[in-house]
Nanobody, 117 residues
Framework: QVQLVESGGGLVQDGGSLRLSCVTS????????MSWYRQAPGKERELVAR????????KYADSVKGRFTISRDNTKSTVSLQMNSLRPEDTAMYYC??????????WGQGTQVTISS
């Protein structure tokens, strides 16, 4: 059974930090591009960070560069997102995404991140 389970969301103050984790199972994790997306109320879902392999150069949205760090552990089939210097505009539902190079796509249920000013 394919599963992507996010955790680590919550309510933090402006300037705080959170670490999101996505534990996966049921597919060959190392073969998939892993990403984090987010969707704020009334806005489209947007790519936050993407990592094709543990040693690859990550891709980040301009709005999070220098503040967020994506990492993945292929031995544990997990992907994480360290979020520092959080801002109210980072408030959104954050989703874990697995992409088989355009041939298939998997999504988690999401974890809510709320930043208070």
């Amino acid at each position: 059974q394919v599963q992507l389970v996010e955790s680590g969301g919550g309510l933090v103050q402006d300037g705080g930090s959170l670490r999101l984790s996505c534990v996966t199972s049921g597919f060959t994790f190392s073969s998939w591009i892993m990403s984090w997306y987010r969707q704020a109320p009334g806005k489209e879902r947007e790519l936050v960070a993407r990592l094709t392999s543990p040693d690859a150069t990550p891709k980040y949205a301009d709005s999070v560069k220098g503040r967020f760090t994506i990492s993945r552990d292929n031995t544990k089939s997990t992907v994480s997102l360290q979020m520092n210097s959080l801002r109210p505009e980072d408030t959104a539902m954050y989703y874990c995404n697995a992409d088989l190079w355009g041939r298939n796509e998997l999504w988690g249920q999401g974890t809510q991140v709320t930043i208070s000013s």
